[in-house]
């Protein structure tokens, strides 16, 4: 992600699993401050940023997000509303998210079997790719 300061970097993952929970913990080994995880119940949010590790220690302990301590609990809907710079939809194919957001600046990050989750009607001139 040239350019960006990864400690100035808010991220939201869409999405806990396989791709969005490595690609959390990666970012987040890198510097970057993860605001936002979801799993198909629902959104954890902290606007100073995740404990990524302890996290996913907890997913793996209760398969769920809601109950970690360090952070704010919220439906899905409202995590496409979050502040951030970059986004990385990688939830599964076909959850029902709400795509009325995007009016606001951020970059889209996109891999092979995710980048579908992302409508190019939803995203702004204001929203760009990595």
Same mark, same amino acid.
């Given at each position: 992600?040239?350019?960006?300061?990864?400690?100035?970097?808010?991220?939201?993952?869409?999405?806990? #699993? !396989?791709?969005? #929970?490595?690609? @959390?913990?990666?970012?987040?080994? @890198?510097?970057? /401050?993860?605001? +936002?995880? +979801?799993?198909?119940?629902?959104?954890?949010?902290?606007?100073?940023?995740? &404990?990524?590790?302890?996290?996913? &220690?907890?997913?793996?302990?209760?398969?769920?997000?809601? #109950? %970690?301590? $360090?952070?704010?609990?919220?439906? !899905?809907?409202?995590?496409?509303?979050?502040?951030?710079?970059?986004? =990385?939809?990688? @939830? %599964?194919?076909?959850?029902? *998210? &709400? *795509?009325? *957001?995007? $009016?606001?600046?951020?970059?889209?990050? /996109?891999?092979?079997?995710?980048? @579908?989750? =992302?409508? $190019?009607?939803?995203? +702004? +001139?204001?929203?760009?790719?990595?």
């Amino acid at each position: 992600m040239a350019g960006m300061r990864p400690e100035d970097t808010r991220v939201v993952v869409q999405g806990s #699993g !396989n791709v969005g #929970g490595i690609g @959390a913990l990666l970012l987040h080994r @890198a510097g970057y /401050k993860i605001v +936002s995880l +979801s799993d198909m119940y629902g959104t954890l949010y902290n606007a100073k940023g995740l &404990d990524v590790p302890a996290v996913l &220690d907890h997913l793996r302990t209760t398969r769920r997000l809601e #109950g %970690f301590a $360090e952070g704010d609990y919220m439906p !899905n809907g409202e995590q496409l509303e979050l502040d951030c710079e970059v986004l =990385v939809p990688a @939830a %599964f194919r076909g959850v029902g *998210w &709400d *795509w009325h *957001w995007c $009016e606001q600046s951020c970059l889209v990050m /996109k891999g092979k079997s995710h980048y @579908a989750l =992302v409508p $190019e009607k939803v995203l +702004s +001139s204001r929203c760009g790719y990595l």
